[in-house]
């Protein structure tokens, strides 16, 4: 009997024990999930590598080429993606519906959970039945109503002496240029410095835009002309017969609007442009959309695409070149294309953006690639900044300190020949 009793003794402790092994193995296991999703998190996995995206794409380049493969990693205290990048024609942008789901999916299951991450981009629509229609032939195609031109369209002496109080005189006359809070909002989210990697925003610049900015037609044609090009600097454009008569189609439209009949008489009245109406939209024709070379290519590159719609220089470590337009910047955002980054401080303490501003330096990523300053104008009519860059190039040098409404600018321009190489605002103060 006592033989039995110290047997049965004997297994119960040995189950005991095996209890309490179970259980720590269980425990480890556990602590070693939590240990690696938390690395995850706070970017401390593989020695702390992982902790600025932007540093890990440059050495993914360096040692990969140009090539770049999808992959998610952590960027300062939020878990950006990025997506190689697709050959011209596709879409980019992040596939976020699907990581949101495998992120809640182990938030669920963990218990941790990432901070300050950016939230899913809403939906945005952007009305562009009509964007088909404008290749068609010039017979075929329905244009606005001409601008009366009356004593408000010519340049009074103090404008055709200062150039500052022409471009002012532009700003008056954009008629179409929207309101903020009624046509659009954005949230400029937190500053930074120019050499700032981390990213201060917490969403998407544009919270967003009405339906019916794209119903107007010089905004609609400015839209349709903006996926006519391959973003990669130095790569030769193709331009199709149906692409003419879409940059036919938006200078017509353009050039019945205050703004460019301004431009017309200011410039021809100053003997730089042809008294003819129809010689001046060929001008406007030829300044911006004809092709010229860059990056080492002939053929690559127009005003146009350049400050309007942005190119990605090859040549070295990648970077964002041009890209000065709030149109293009929204409809790639809402694509999922940029990642805005936040605005960089304004040189005078005190003067922060916020959603009233309509002339912004910011910072952001487009398909993965850094601009680590742009300026842009927000809200303003294409045909504004048409007439306003073309007045800069023919009757300003390289800096142009004018005033615009309430802002202090300095319209930089820089000239390839007898080309616009670049020409975009900075905020002076």
Request: aromatic share 10%.
């Amino acid at each position: 009997m006592e033989g039995l009793i110290k047997g049965l003794i004997g297994v119960a402790i040995g189950n005991d024990g095996d209890n309490s092994d179970q259980q720590s193995a269980s425990q480890s296991r556990d602590e070693r999930s939590r240990s690696t999703w938390a690395q995850v998190v706070t970017g401390d996995e593989d020695g702390g590598d992982r902790r600025h995206g932007y540093d890990r794409n440059r050495r993914d380049n360096e040692e990969e080429g140009l090539s770049r493969r999808e992959e998610w990693e952590v960027q300062g205290s939020r878990i950006s993606g990025q997506r190689q990048q697709n050959e011209y024609g596709r879409e980019h942008g992040y596939n976020r519906n699907q990581w949101d789901k495998e992120e809640s999916s182990e938030e669920k299951n963990d218990g941790w959970e990432t901070v300050h991450k950016k939230p899913p981009r809403r939906q945005h629509k952007v009305q562009k039945d009509s964007w088909e229609g404008y290749k068609r032939p010039a017979s075929e195609q329905n244009y606005s109503d001409e601008v009366e031109v009356g004593a408000e369209l010519e340049p009074s002496e103090d404008e055709l002496a200062d150039l500052s109080f022409a471009c002012n005189k532009l700003w008056e006359l954009d008629l179409n240029r929207l309101l903020p809070g009624k046509d659009y909002k954005i949230d400029c989210g937190e500053g930074k410095r120019v050499s700032g990697r981390e990213d201060m925003a917490q969403g998407s610049l544009f919270s967003w835009v009405s339906e019916d900015v794209f119903r107007k037609p010089t905004f609609s044609r400015f839209c349709s002309l903006l996926d006519n090009y391959n973003p990669n600097q130095g790569s030769k454009e193709v331009v199709t017969p149906e692409e003419r008569q879409e940059q036919a189609a938006f200078i017509e439209e353009i050039s019945r609007t205050a703004p460019i009949k301004y431009l017309h008489k200011y410039l021809s009245s100053k003997g730089v442009a042809p008294y003819n109406y129809e010689d001046f939209k060929h001008l406007l024709t030829t300044l911006w959309f004809d092709l010229y070379g860059r990056g080492g290519t002939s053929g690559s590159s127009s005003a146009f695409e350049h400050v309007f719609v942005g190119e990605i220089k090859q040549r070295g470590e990648q970077e964002v070149s041009g890209f000065h337009n709030w149109l293009q910047f929204y409809l790639e955002e809402a694509k999922g294309s940029v990642d805005y980054q936040g605005y960089i401080f304004p040189r005078r303490r005190g003067q922060c953006p916020d959603s009233e501003t309509q002339l912004l330096t910011i910072q952001f990523e487009w398909n993965g690639v850094l601009k680590s300053v742009s300026s842009t104008l927000i809200g303003v009519s294409p045909e504004f900044e048409v007439a306003l860059y073309t007045l800069c190039f023919f009757l300003g040098g390289e800096d142009n300190h004018v005033k615009l409404g309430p802002y202090a600018v300095n319209i930089k321009c820089y000239r390839l020949g007898n080309k616009i190489g670049s020409v975009f605002p900075v905020a002076e103060s």
